[in-house]
């Protein structure tokens, strides 16, 4: 397992931006393939955007799509999401996930992940 420390959460107005970054403290980072959800209250956590070890695959939800980038540096051992044109729906606690040599596709779910940060909260509004 690998641990992982996110920030850069806090409050936007709508239509601002955020970068969120994950710190992993893991030799082998760059065999990860790496993800970020997120998870409103009273809701299921969903997957938002991932990103295969080498960084040359990514995905991104339907929702999110045209606004959130993911990308990673394997040099530093971090992973980021920019968040731009923020909406009140994006509201939400956002989780960064680990696990070794996922493929990236929209099937990926929380089950294939087995390493989690603690999550940084995400707020939208004016």
């Known amino acids: 397992q690998v641990q992982l420390v996110e920030s850069g959460g806090g409050l936007v107005q709508p239509g601002g931006s955020l970068r969120l970054s994950c710190a992993a403290s893991a030799r082998s980072f760059s065999s990860y393939t790496m993800g970020w959800f997120r998870q409103a209250p009273g809701k299921e956590r969903d997957l938002v955007a991932a990103?295969?070890?080498?960084?040359?695959?990514?995905y991104s939800a339907d929702s999110v799509k045209g606004r959130f980038t993911i990308s990673r540096d394997n040099a530093k051992n971090t992973v980021y999401l920019q968040m731009n044109k923020l909406k009140p729906e994006d509201t939400a606690v956002y989780y960064c996930?680990?696990?070794?040599?996922?493929?990236?596709?929209?099937?990926?779910?929380?089950?294939?992940?087995?390493?989690w940060g603690q999550g940084t909260q995400v707020t939208v509004s004016s």
């Open positions: 990103i295969s070890w080498s960084g040359r695959v990514t």
């Open positions: 996930a680990a696990d070794s040599y996922l493929v990236v596709s929209n099937t990926l779910q929380v089950a294939d992940f087995g390493s």
